[in-house]
């Protein structure tokens, strides 16, 4: 297997946009999106090619410590959205649009989804739901703003839920998301994501709708996949979802840095002669002339 080119430079690729999703779709490659939610991790997916980056409302449990996805607000995730665009130029930047800011009405739901744009740097949105989005979904398009939905497991409905569990595993349960991936294809969206749902069904909606699938533990058939960086990178430790691949250690990584560190200060190993500007020694001589 070839090692995949890392670039240490300047953006070079073209920007990814809605219509590459919908060709990468027609050719059957696959879509590669992660989260970020700080500038050096958009700036560092940016350069390793990646096609889109989510600015997650996870932001909420993996950067703020929240139990779930519900606190997040919108001043919060517009700040955290500056900092993506910033870092990220290439990648499609879709912002998470949380809970509340979509639900209460259709035109409130426009207007914070044209704030994710115009003062988020944002190039779409995400919001979660099926048929009880498609007005919203059909208004914010109409103001030409690109809409992803999100189907399956919507981690803002949990309490109706009755908790992060798997969707669609019943027939009745699993073709009503299919109608419901449908109806927001119908009203606009450019993409939709399928969450926690069987893989058989995950590639039967894929199959069926001509805009892409973004699985997250909904198998390989569909046509691009999504994870929570932290996720990936094992930065979050207070749980990790089944259909998670860590690629990395990074808490225990961390906590063994910052151990090594409180040690080396403890016994004054550091900061060591390397670490330290030194001073001129006529200066030096000047200065205990002045101060004794």
Not at 175 to 180: A, F, G, M, N, Y
Not at 185 to 193: K, P, R, T
Request: net charge negative.
């Amino acid at each position: 297997m070839s090692t995949p080119t890392i670039s240490t430079g300047a953006p070079t690729r073209k920007k990814v946009t809605t219509l590459a999703f919908r060709q990468k779709k027609e050719r059957g490659e696959a879509i590669s999106m992660l989260t970020a939610y700080d500038y050096p991790t958009a700036m560092a997916l940016d350069r390793a090619g990646i096609d889109s980056i989510l600015v997650g409302d996870s932001l909420a449990m993996v950067v703020l410590g929240y139990e779930n996805t519900l606190p997040v607000t919108m001043e919060e995730m517009l700040h955290h959205c500056r900092a993506v665009a910033r870092g990220a130029k290439s990648a499609l930047l879709i912002g998470d649009m949380p809970f509340m800011s979509y639900q209460v009405s259709v035109e409130e739901a426009t207007r914070n989804a044209g704030r994710f744009l115009q003062q988020g740097g944002m190039d779409a949105v995400k919001l979660e739901g099926g048929h009880e989005r498609a007005e919203a979904v059909r208004s914010i398009t109409g103001a030409g703003i690109p809409v992803m939905g999100h189907i399956g497991l919507t981690p803002q409905s949990i309490n109706q839920l009755g908790g992060f569990r798997a969707q669609g595993k019943t027939a009745l349960a699993a073709k009503r998301l299919v109608e419901d991936a449908l109806i927001l294809e119908e009203a606009g969206c450019f993409s939709i994501v399928l969450e926690s749902v069987p893989g058989r069904l995950g590639e039967l909606i894929s199959r069926k709708l001509s805009i892409p699938t973004i699985g997250i533990g909904a198998g390989a058939g569909c046509d691009g996949q999504v994870l929570v960086t932290h996720d990936v990178l094992g930065l979050f430790d207070r749980f990790t979802p089944k259909f998670v691949k860590k690629y990395a250690d990074f808490h225990h990584e961390m906590q063994k840095a910052f151990a090594d560190y409180i040690e080396d200060v403890e016994t004054k190993r550091f900061p060591a002669q390397e670490h330290t500007v030194e001073m001129d020694n006529k200066e030096w001589e000047l200065l205990l002339q002045e101060v004794g």
